[in-house]
């Protein structure tokens, strides 16, 4: 299994951007408990949002109200809408996909929230 992320840019403060993460190689999204996470410059990795097999989700207290975790399992993909971005939600933002015994994880994409 694969997952690629895209997305990412440069954006201002208080602006939107969508992330996908395409996964490819098996059906995992409608079926593994999804993620985002994302790394700031010298910060460790902190988890964003996830999404269940069944729907429940969750978010950092840092997103709350600001971001929307979704999928589309007929495309094996996963977003992350991201709305009134702040400079402190600069970072590598990367998906993650697991289940009993198996994590994979994607290649980051880079958002950088300044003016």
């Known amino acids: 299994v694969q997952l690629q992320a895209s997305g990412g840019g440069l954006v201002q403060p208080g602006g939107s951007l969508r992330l996908s993460c395409v996964a490819s190689?098996?059906?995992?999204?409608?079926?593994?408990?999804m993620g985002w996470y994302r790394q700031a410059p010298g910060k460790q990795r902190e988890l964003v949002a996830t999404?269940?097999?069944?729907?429940?989700?969750d978010y950092a207290d840092s997103v709350k109200g600001r971001f929307t975790i979704s999928r589309d399992n007929a495309k094996n993909t996963l977003y992350l809408q991201m709305s009134s971005l702040k400079p402190e939600d600069t970072a590598v933002y990367y998906c993650?996909?697991?289940?009993?015994?198996?994590?994979?994880w994607g290649r980051g994409t880079l958002v950088t929230v300044s003016s």
């Open positions: 993650n996909g697991r289940t009993i015994g198996i994590v994979y």
């Open positions: 190689g098996r059906s995992i999204v409608g079926s593994y408990i």
């Open positions: 999404i269940h097999s069944g729907g429940v989700i």
